[in-house]
């Protein structure tokens, strides 16, 4: 069973940056396309942002265009989520997923995902 561990997170100041980070256990981290998702108080967890498997392809919600960028590192088992100019609505906890399966497409829903880590919280401040 494969296991996500986040980290990273942390209060900033808004427009400051963060770096997320997700190392994942296991030998098959480079088959899955990987996601990450984030959920505030009081909401339903909400996509922000897919990697294929090989990182040829991403998107992004909407609301996180042009200032968070996922990538990853499939020789360490790790994928990244690089957020700028950060905003007090992206206040959330953020979680790292791996998608149920290695069929596209990409997947932005989430019970498109199997396992998820344990979440790291990211608090914006005005």
Same mark, same amino acid.
């Given at each position: 069973?494969?296991?996500?561990?986040?980290?990273?997170?942390?209060?900033?100041? %808004?427009?400051?940056?963060? $770096?997320?980070?997700? &190392? %994942?256990? @296991?030998?098959?981290?480079?088959?899955?396309?990987?996601?990450?998702?984030?959920?505030?108080? @009081?909401k339903? $967890?909400?996509?922000?942002a &897919?990697?294929?498997?090989?990182?040829?392809?991403?998107?992004? %919600?909407?609301?996180?265009?042009?200032?968070?960028?996922?990538s990853?590192?499939?020789?360490?088992?790790? +994928?990244?989520?690089?957020?700028?100019?950060?905003?007090?609505?992206?206040?959330? &906890? !953020? !979680?790292?997923?791996?998608?149920?399966?290695? +069929?596209?497409?990409?997947?932005?829903? &989430?019970?498109?995902y199997?396992?998820?880590?344990?979440?790291?919280?990211?608090? +914006?401040?005005?």
């Open positions: 069973q494969v296991q996500l561990q986040e980290s990273g997170g942390g209060l900033v100041q %808004a427009g400051g940056s963060l $770096r997320l980070s997700c &190392v %994942a256990s @296991g030998r098959t981290f480079f088959r899955y396309n990987m996601g990450w998702f984030r959920q505030a108080p @009081g339903e $967890r909400e996509f922000v &897919v990697i294929t498997w090989d990182g040829g392809y991403t998107n992004y %919600a909407d609301s996180v265009k042009g200032r968070f960028t996922i990853r590192d499939n020789a360490k088992d790790t +994928v990244f989520l690089q957020m700028n100019s950060l905003k007090p609505e992206d206040t959330a &906890v !953020y !979680y790292c997923a791996r998608k149920r399966d290695t +069929v596209q497409p990409p997947g932005e829903l &989430v019970n498109e199997s396992n998820w880590g344990q979440g790291t919280q990211v608090t +914006v401040s005005s």
